[in-house]
């Protein structure tokens, strides 16, 4: 296929929609996406069931169409959630009207051991110029423009806001978990799309759409398996350019299983398929995610910093155990944590506290106050012997106001990565956290998590070529 | 014909070990000198022209693990030595692979000690072939400290399969032991990937070991196996 961004643009943001197996009925499939459409979709939506003409719905009249030929408007989209097997005949439909691409939300293809009639989707598509996403699947999510094709109900499965990630989720289920789990930590993954069988749209192209989104800044992928000849190398070579632009993270689940093929070579013991996906993401320049948590908190360092030119990273933390926490994990991932130069140390011991430890981390203690904090960015960050800070505040301890999170805001100016150690959950915790996060700080409550944030951001700068020599 | 397309022809599934140094060679990958002998006659010439210390391998289509069978002797020193180490493959493979035809032997040229690594390949349908690289030993298995990349594999690619696994420090120089020759073993997986991708047909590969020698001394190929497919 050609140009991929005019390919699919009709597929993830359209600006008219036909859904097809509209239902009036509560709790059907048929009728969560009809509600989403009505409550969010920004765009023109019609309705398609020949089994009504007019129906009042959440205080709105809304036309039934008996068929999409009886569309008057041109349609970008055609979501179909019928039975199967109508499903060829409602895409050949589509395509007769003009209608640019098609989301299959019916199972009962392939994974149903119907592999004909999802051979005959794909054709159809083909045939008619039709983008098919799915069979089996549950589509779009688009939080820019409303478009919604996920029929659990947003009361249940929580929609998250506009932001700078985009998801692209072999599994249904784990989609919607990780859109619900988002929503309610505020965090911004604009599009979602989970594609179900693949018979046609799969990851390689969606990574090319992503890459053309300015709104993106991130791209999440939730894999376990690709299933065609030779796919693998296409994800790689399309992954390769993508991460020239902007960050790609993946998490590959299933890592236990052995490739299931006839092994009589030595090699062929040791190459197991995550091996090979290990490879493949190192390959392409792919940040790995150890889990899902993982996955977004990286994401979230990495649409929100700047790029670090090395791998030197300040340690400031007014918990001396928290601080030492923080080494560690930085050093087992292969981060500096260097001495302070003795001249700035020199400068430092009469701004803080007689009894703070200036070495790295640098520990202003229990008894800190906002200053500083402020004081010791201020000496270190904007200096050539740091890359980055990992920040830790406990705000349980009295000198601590809010005040620090302008402080901490302020220092973005120094164009250097921070990450933020905020553990706790008392009311001023959680507005100093809102705060950080409003302004792009990312914040953790563990320090192992901000060090990986840290160091997500690291690799990211070494596949961009950004680190100095 | 190359020698894939032969073994094909003939209908057989694994190359022979001369035939794979033959096609290691082809694309200048660094095998040890050897020769085909045919008998003791030829042995004794063949050794002479590469010099000594030499091993010789038995070659029957039959016989699957040389090693097995008593069908490999190394490190002889002279022509005593050589005459004495076939007629002891003979008989060994004679009493223990009685079925097996024999068609010859192969002379080679021992290498000087040095890390022994694993240079494989698999093919998979999804993945295409796959080049893996490890040290040799049960350790690698054990830990599974395997990198890997999908062919076609560019330099740069090659060097971080080196610096991913654990074991690249024994590669860089540890505890007293020289430093090997890194590029020399980066020229080879590099190689060994534009092999494979001219060679659909082979489905797997163990280059085990490649003997990684001291800085600027190079890196050899000293026992390959390559099993085909159809394509």
């Known amino acids: ?469 | 014909m190359s020698v894939v397309d032969r073994a094909k022809a003939e209908g057989r599934t694994k190359l022979h070990e001369h035939e794979a140094f033959e096609l290691l060679r082809r694309y200048s990958i660094p095998v040890p000198d050897y020769g085909v002998a045919k008998d003791e006659e030829e042995a004794v010439s063949l050794a002479d022209k590469i010099g000594y210390p030499v091993a010789v391998k038995v070659i029957s289509r039959q016989i699957v693990h040389k090693t097995d069978v008593g069908g490999v002797v190394l490190g002889i020193a002279d022509r005593g030595g050589l005459v004495a180490a076939c007629n002891k493959i003979r008989e060994s493979v004679k009493a223990r692979a009685p079925y097996a035809e024999v068609e010859g032997c192969l002379i080679q040229k021992m290498v000087p000690q040095g890390i022994e690594l694993i240079i494989g390949a698999v093919y998979d349908d999804v993945f295409g072939h796959v080049v893996a690289f490890g040290l040799g030993g049960v350790l690698t298995e054990l830990y599974r400290d395997v990198s890997m990349r999908l062919v076609p594999i560019e330099e740069e690619d090659a060097w971080e399969m080196l610096r991913e696994v654990k074991a690249y420090r024994l590669l860089t120089g540890y505890r007293g032991t020289p430093p090997r020759d890194l590029h020399a073993v980066v020229d080879v997986i590099v190689k060994f990937s534009r092999l494979l991708s001219e060679n659909p047909a082979i489905r797997e590969a163990d280059l085990n070991p490649v003997i990684a020698l001291e800085e600027g001394k190079g890196a050899y190929v000293v026992d390959a196996r390559f099993l085909l497919g159809g394509d």
């Open chain 1, 1 to 469: 296929m050609s140009s991929s961004q005019e390919d699919l643009a009709p597929l993830i943001s359209p600006s008219s929609v036909a859904l097809v197996g509209a239902s009036p009925k509560q709790a059907s499939v048929g009728y969560v996406i009809l509600e989403n459409l009505i409550d969010r979709f920004r765009g023109t939506a019609y309705f398609v069931n020949p089994k009504y003409d007019e129906v009042e719905i959440k205080g709105r009249q809304l036309k039934f169409y008996k068929s999409i030929s009886e569309i008057p408007e041109p349609v970008d989209v055609v979501v179909i959630a019928v039975p199967a097997q109508v499903v060829p005949q409602v895409l050949e439909e589509a395509g007769k009207k003009g209608v640019k691409a098609a989301v299959i939300i019916s199972s009962g293809f392939a994974e149903a051991g119907n592999k004909e009639l999802e051979d005959e989707l794909r054709a159809l598509g083909r045939m008619h110029g039709v983008r098919v996403l799915g069979p089996n699947c549950l589509g779009v999510y688009n939080a820019f423009n409303g478009f919604d094709t996920v029929f659990l109900p947003a009361e249940r499965a929580g929609r998250p806001p506009a932001g700078p990630l985009a998801l692209i989720s072999q599994s249904g289920a784990v989609a919607a978990s990780i859109m619900d789990w988002a929503a309610r930590r505020n965090i911004g993954l604009s599009i979602m799309v989970n594609y179900g069988n693949k018979a046609d749209v799969g990851d390689v192209e969606l990574l090319r759409y992503f890459e053309r989104d300015e709104r993106i800044k991130v791209i999440t992928v939730y894999v376990e398996g690709f299933k065609y000849p030779g796919e693998a190398r296409r994800f790689l070579d399309a992954a390769r350019e993508v991460v020239k632009k902007k960050p790609i993270i993946a998490y590959k689940a299933g890592r236990g299983a052995a490739a299931q093929r006839a092994v009589r070579s030595h090699t062929a013991a040791l190459a197991g398929s995550y091996e090979m996906y290990r490879g493949l993401f190192r390959q392409a320049g792919i940040i790995e995610a150890a889990n899902l948590r993982d996955m977004f908190d990286m994401a979230k360092a990495l649409a929100t910093q700047p790029l670090p030119r090395g791998g030197r990273v300040l340690v400031l933390t007014d918990s001396g155990g928290m601080g030492i926490q923080a080494v560690d994990e930085l050093e087992a991932l292969g981060l500096e944590v260097p001495e302070l130069p003795e001249s700035i140390r020199r400068d430092l011991r009469g701004e803080l506290l007689p009894f703070s430890a200036l070495g790295n981390p640098v520990d202003v203690t229990g008894s800190a106050t906002d200053q500083h904090y402020k004081v010791v960015l201020e000496a270190l960050l904007p200096t050539a012997f740091f890359d980055m800070a990992l920040v830790i505040t406990l705000m349980q301890v009295p000198g601590l106001t809010q005040n620090l999170a302008e402080y901490l805001i302020d220092a973005r100016r120094f164009r250097k990565p921070i990450v933020v150690v905020n553990f706790g959950g008392s009311e001023m915790v959680q507005s100093f956290t809102k705060s950080l996060e409003d302004a792009e700080i990312p914040t953790y409550p563990t320090p192992d998590r901000a060090a990986r944030a840290l160091w997500a951001l690291y690799q990211y700068a070494k596949i961009r070529g950004v680190v100095r020599p």
